[in-house]
């Protein structure tokens, strides 16, 4: 079993609506939570963390964390077609960062 | 700099021979990583720094691979005898503390290694 895990896509939005990526992780110590964005050819940019359980907003995107269920999430709402990327979860252990092989988002007009 | 810079952006070589990568982080952050990234897959640790020592080398793939930071800044990943296996984008990123639940990495834009 892979330490991050993440759906490999491609994932297909219609612009406009909301675009769900979900991560599940295998380490219960895991302390905090990233979501990277990553464009072809680019390195990764971070958009958002989260270290509680429950949700966090910050514009469009909310991510979403359950530690119960070792499972963290994020919704992007209003999709454009600049959200088309690749979108990595990474986890958080004792020092240092896991991350997932990330989830490809296409966001068609 | 206002971000992580590295250098070269792109690096080819032939198998066997000796490379080494650069990493400048951000002014003031003490902690420094290095990734390896192959197509289709994310970033795999390999090692990180906090201050002038490595405080977890555990993803370094064999002793081919070798990286220092002296001065607490700069640091330079090492690859000796390369192989085809090592090509791959390498990112360096840097973060103001390491371990802390806010410890957020910003990520320079890599260099691309092409073993030949």
């Known amino acids: 079993q892979k330490e991050v895990e993440q759906n490999s896509g491609p994932l297909s939005v219609p612009e406009g609506a909301i675009a769900s990526l979900n991560c599940t992780y295998s380490?219960?110590?895991?302390?905090?939570f990233f979501w990277y964005r990553q464009y072809s050819g680019k390195s990764p940019e971070l958009i958002m963390f989260?270290?509680?359980?429950g949700d966090k907003e910050d514009g469009r995107f909310t991510a979403q964390l359950n530690k119960a269920s070792q499972y963290v999430s994020l919704l992007i709402r209003d999709s454009q077609p600049s959200d088309s990327a690749t979108y990595l979860c990474?986890?958080?252990?004792?020092?240092?960062?896991?991350f997932g092989s990330g989830t490809r988002l296409s966001i068609r007009p | 700099g206002a971000g992580v810079s590295q250098t070269p952006s792109n690096k080819v070589t032939e198998k066997g021979k000796y490379v080494e990568l650069r990493c400048d982080p951000i002014?003031?952050?003490?902690?420094l990583y290095w990734y390896r990234q192959s197509l289709g897959q994310g970033p795999e640790f390999l090692i990180y720094?906090?201050?002038?020592?490595?405080?977890?080398d555990s993803g370094l793939p064999n002793d081919r691979f070798f990286a220092v930071r002296p001065e607490g800044s700069v640091s330079t990943l090492k690859i000796q005898r390369t192989e085809r296996g090592d090509s791959a984008v390498y990112l360096c990123?840097?973060?103001?503390?390491?371990?802390?639940?806010?410890?957020?990495?910003?990520f320079g834009p890599g260099t691309r290694l092409t073993v030949l």
């Open positions: 720094f906090q201050g002038t020592g490595a405080a977890d």
């Open positions: 002014s003031g952050h003490t902690a």
């Open positions: 380490d219960r110590g895991s302390q905090s």
């Open positions: 990474a986890v958080m252990g004792a020092s240092k960062i896991i």
């Open positions: 990123a840097s973060a103001l503390r390491a371990g802390g639940p806010k410890d957020t990495q910003y």
């Open positions: 989260i270290y509680s359980n």
